[in-house]
């Protein structure tokens, strides 16, 4: 079995379905996630949306996961504009826009809340580092930016949620140094993994 993603997405561009399986079973989860902290009730139609443009594109040569969660973040914009046209993910937060009921339930919602308070690109760059383990080359992908520009987005989304934390809880409730953020996030993966 074949687990590199650019030798699927190629065996797939040349009529494997076998390998297009393989890719939606590979990543389907973490998008589904994506859409699930931000738009849990369409998170499953806009998750198919971003496999259906992803086996559409004939582009070749793409890092895969980079490429599916740009396409992610687009297909959210859309969505978002179609709800409010003039929205610019970073501008607004989901807080701002509608507060989705369905993720009140999350263990961490306090956390969820503070994710949710920061503009949308934010909140997006700490979910793909921490959530899917993305690294600065491959948010630059997503982003459309270079590597470095990838790591000062993450470095200004952490500094905008420690505020956000700081002022919601107290410094004292908001670790120095962001140790437990790891711990806290995993819990909201999970929850999200677990929703349905």
Same mark, same amino acid.
């Given at each position: 079995?074949?687990?590199?993603?650019? #030798?699927?997405?190629?065996?797939?561009?040349?009529?494997?379905?076998?390998?297009?399986?393989?890719? /939606?079973?590979?990543? @389907?989860?973490?998008?589904?996630? &994506? /859409?699930?902290?931000?738009?849990? %009730?369409?998170? %499953?139609?806009?998750?198919?949306?971003?496999? $259906?443009? &992803?086996?559409?594109?004939?582009?070749?040569?793409?890092?895969? !996961?980079? /490429?599916? &969660?740009?396409?992610?973040?687009?297909?959210?914009?859309?969505?978002?504009? *179609?709800?409010? =046209?003039?929205? *610019?993910?970073?501008?607004?937060?989901?807080?701002?826009?509608?507060? =989705?009921?369905?993720?009140?339930?999350?263990? !961490?919602?306090?956390?969820?809340?503070?994710?949710?308070?920061? =503009?949308?690109?934010?909140?997006?760059?700490?979910?793909?580092?921490?959530? %899917?383990?993305?690294?600065?080359? #491959?948010?630059?992908?997503?982003?459309?930016?270079? =590597?470095? @520009?990838?790591?000062?987005?993450?470095?200004?989304?952490?500094? !905008?949620?420690?505020?956000?934390?700081?002022?919601?809880?107290?410094?004292?409730?908001?670790? $120095?140094? &962001?140790? #437990?953020?790891?711990?806290?996030?995993? $819990?909201?993966?999970?929850?999200?993994?677990?929703?349905?």
């Amino acid at each position: 079995m074949v687990s590199d993603d650019g #030798e699927l997405h190629r065996r797939w561009q040349g009529g494997d379905r076998e390998a297009g399986r393989l890719l /939606f079973s590979l990543h @389907a989860r973490g998008v589904i996630r &994506f /859409f699930r902290s931000k738009l849990p %009730e369409v998170a %499953e139609d806009l998750t198919q949306e971003v496999f $259906a443009r &992803f086996f559409r594109s004939a582009r070749t040569e793409v890092h895969v !996961r980079g /490429f599916l &969660f740009g396409i992610a973040r687009n297909v959210l914009s859309e969505e978002l504009r *179609r709800r409010q =046209p003039d929205v *610019r993910l970073s501008d607004v937060s989901i807080a701002e826009l509608a507060r =989705p009921s369905s993720t009140r339930m999350i263990a !961490r919602q306090w956390l969820l809340d503070a994710l949710q308070q920061l =503009p949308i690109d934010d909140q997006i760059v700490l979910e793909l580092q921490h959530w %899917e383990g993305m690294s600065s080359p #491959e948010l630059a992908v997503v982003l459309g930016v270079s =590597p470095s @520009a990838a790591r000062t987005r993450v470095s200004t989304a952490r500094k !905008r949620l420690r505020s956000i934390l700081e002022r919601r809880s107290g410094s004292d409730a908001v670790p $120095a140094d &962001f140790q #437990e953020l790891e711990s806290w996030v995993s $819990a909201i993966r999970q929850a999200l993994d677990a929703a349905r």
